[in-house]
Nanobody
């Protein structure tokens, strides 16, 4: 059974840091590609960061320079280090395993339940 379990969310003050983790089990391997999405309150879900099989990382402009995606293939776990947090980073964060087709990242259909991040000003 495929499972993605996010953790590490919580309440943080603006300017502080949080690290999210996502442990993946089952027939999905984050070594191919992985990504983090977020959904702010009453807004659309957006892609925040991706990491390819070669380790190439990409970020949304809104988090570039502040967030870092990484993974541990042996643990089948993906991380999102979030620094210099802003109130606009408040959202539910979801990790995904997926694949790149050309320049586009395509997540697998299985998603975790997400982890809430709330940043206070």
């Amino acid at each position: 059974q495929v499972q993605l379990v996010e953790s590490g969310g919580g309440l943080a003050q603006a300017g502080k840091s949080l690290t999210l983790s996502c442990r993946v089990s089952g027939m999905i391997n984050v070594a191919n590609a992985a990504g983090w999405y977020r959904q702010p309150p009453e807004k659309e879900r957006e892609l925040v960061a991706t990491i390819s099989a070669t380790g190439r990382t990409e970020y949304a402009d809104s988090v570039k320079g502040r967030f870092t995606i990484s993974r541990d293939n042996a643990k089948n776990t993906v991380y999102l280090q979030m620094n210099s947090l802003k109130p606009d980073d408040t959202a539910v964060y979801y990790c995904t395993a997926g694949t790149f087709i050309g320049a586009g990242y395509y997540p697998n259909s299985k998603w975790g339940q997400g982890t809430q991040v709330t940043v206070s000003s």
